[in-house]
């Protein structure tokens, strides 16, 4: 087989830290190379070296001349390419009218109206779901429109070498087997892919599996030899009883928690939400589910009161109207809250986001779980001994107490997202509101997750708000579920046990 990649005990340092070593491997062209290993084992480190984004500092590291490579990010930049600053992260509700916001079809660098006269094109975007957003803006994608949008964009980079990092996260069920059906056609045209995912979502297109663990490649086995020695995971449960969880500080009873009535969402002259009927009761757990552009983002940024929308229709949040005295910040006061597009806007606030020097600075992992409190994203607060305390109770239970000093843009994904989770629950909130809270994360770390949600959850008395694809995600205290299809309600009602 041809050798497109090759490298040979590579090793990869930042800023004086060894987080690659002893690296080596080959590729050859037409195959589908998967890495998978616990978070920041240094999986998307070495989907960068393979794709040139970074370069080694030791070792031997080889890519065929003339292969073009490209990288597709975990997190897109659809944001920076919008032209948008970066004040706040609830921008894309805020629609204007005439607002100069790229397209699907500008970054996709098409025609909207002529693009189904290239054949191949149309197979691939209509396999995509992304032929009726071509005159759609970047802004105004849910968070699965995205990823499928950079699916096409990495289609059509006509590059010889891939390198997917966790394209699976935040897709539904059936795009998820359309990006199986993508990988096996890249396959079949000779292109090279190095596929970084999670255990549980390796394609059986897959040649080859290489497991990592502290930067180091541990195992290299074909795929069926690697998925016959996988074991089932053990459950391993964390002791609420370690944290200090406020308990006996009552939750306030507000009735209502929610109550949306006849709530219709437009965005210019295209109808997110119609017709929109639901109410969440103190206690209640719900699972809010729906495909790929659903209307899911939407509805929750009425509830955490990032979307003015809020204001011009009939929505009760806390027991109060919409629009009757109170604050944003009164709201998001009593809100525990974890987005994909939360995460983004911390990752925006790092030196990972190319901003010039000016907009950067660096944010340190123990301050970003202490802006919970406050509900803050500029750290501006200053905070108690035993806010402090806490926090490193949290991590320490959660297996993060290494991350206390380091600093938010230098840990991975994964890390980031079980801060974020930690930065929602520290404050003990009268509504948690989880929108795809295990992205990024390895199977393991979500499952220590689910089972903390649930222990708290049902200790506490919480209501919560729960969005996930995955459904072995969802906590088992989850008591209701608002199903939304196309914008209205498809299902709402209590789950029968």
């Known amino acids: 087989m041809e050798t497109i990649v090759k490298t040979e005990r590579v090793e990869v340092k930042l800023d004086g830290e060894l987080l690659l070593q002893d690296v080596s491997f080959e590729m050859g062209k037409g195959e589908l190379v998967s890495v998978v290993g616990p978070s920041g084992c240094g999986k998307t480190l070495l989907g960068k070296l393979v794709a040139g984004v970074i370069q080694s500092t030791k070792g031997i590291f080889y890519v065929q001349e003339g292969v073009k490579a490209v990288f597709v990010e975990q997190q897109d930049n659809f944001f920076a390419q919008s032209g948008m600053r970066n004040t706040y992260y609830s921008q894309r509700y805020e629609f204007f009218e005439g607002r100069a916001v790229p397209t699907v079809a500008t970054l996709l660098g098409i025609d909207a109206d002529n693009w189904q006269e290239n054949k191949t094109l149309a197979k691939i975007l209509m396999a995509l779901k992304l032929e009726k957003l071509m005159d759609r803006q970047l802004l105004m994608l849910s968070n699965g429109e995205r990823k499928r949008v950079q699916l096409a964009s990495a289609w059509m980079s006509g590059a010889d070498l891939l390198v997917f990092d966790q394209p699976f996260i935040g897709l539904d069920v059936h795009s998820r087997e359309i990006l199986r059906d993508l990988l096996l056609k890249f396959k079949e045209l000779g292109k090279t892919v190095l596929l970084i995912c999670s255990k549980?979502?390796?394609?059986?297109?897959?040649?080859?599996?290489?497991?990592m663990k502290k930067g180091a490649i541990v195992s290299q086995l074909p795929y069926a030899a690697f998925v016959a020695k996988l074991k089932p995971e053990a459950n391993d449960v964390?002791?609420?009883?370690?944290?200090h969880l406020p308990q006996?500080?009552?939750?306030?009873?507000?009735?209502?928690?929610?109550?949306?009535?006849?709530?219709?969402?437009?965005?210019?002259?295209?109808?997110?939400?119609?017709g929109i009927n639901w109410t969440v009761r103190d206690h209640e757990r719900w699972l809010l589910a729906g495909h790929n552009g659903s209307g899911k983002s939407t509805l929750l940024s009425l509830v955490t009161a990032d979307n003015p929308q809020g204001y011009t229709n009939d929505l009760v949040l806390f027991g109060q109207q919409r629009g009757s005295g109170e604050t944003v910040w009164d709201i998001k006061s009593k809100i525990g809250f974890v987005s994909p597009e939360l995460h983004l806007y911390f990752m925006r606030q790092t030196k990972l986001t190319g901003l010039s020097s000016s907009m950067q600075h660096s944010v340190d992992c123990l301050s970003v779980v202490l802006s919970g409190f406050n509900e803050e994203i500029g750290f501006s607060s200053h905070n108690t001994v035993y806010q402090e305390k806490m926090a490193k109770e949290w991590l320490s239970a959660l297996g993060l107490q290494e991350l206390i000093k380091k600093q938010f843009a230098e840990i991975s994904l994964g890390e980031q997202r079980m801060l974020l989770l930690i930065r929602a629950l520290i404050k003990n909130p009268p509504l948690l509101i989880l929108d795809e809270p295990c992205?990024?994360?390895?199977?393991?770390?979500?499952?220590?997750?689910?089972?903390?949600?649930?222990?708290?959850?049902?200790?506490?008395?919480?209501?919560?708000?729960?969005?996930?694809?995955?459904?072995?995600?969802?906590?088992?205290?989850?008591?209701?579920?608002?199903e939304l299809e196309d914008g209205k309600v498809k299902f709402c009602g209590e789950l029968k046990a």
């Open 439 to 482: 992205q990024g994360i390895d199977y393991e770390q979500s499952q220590r997750f689910v089972h903390l949600l649930d222990a708290i959850c049902t200790k506490l008395n919480t209501t919560m708000i729960y969005v996930t694809h995955a459904v072995d995600e969802i906590p088992a205290c989850v008591t209701h579920k608002l």
């Open 238 to 243: 964390i002791d609420i009883e370690k944290l």
């Open 200 to 211: 549980k979502e390796l394609p059986d297109s897959s040649d080859r599996v290489l497991e």
């Open 248 to 274: 006996e500080q009552a939750v306030p009873a507000f009735g209502d928690v929610v109550k949306m009535t006849d709530v219709t969402v437009n965005s210019g002259e295209k109808t997110i939400l119609q």
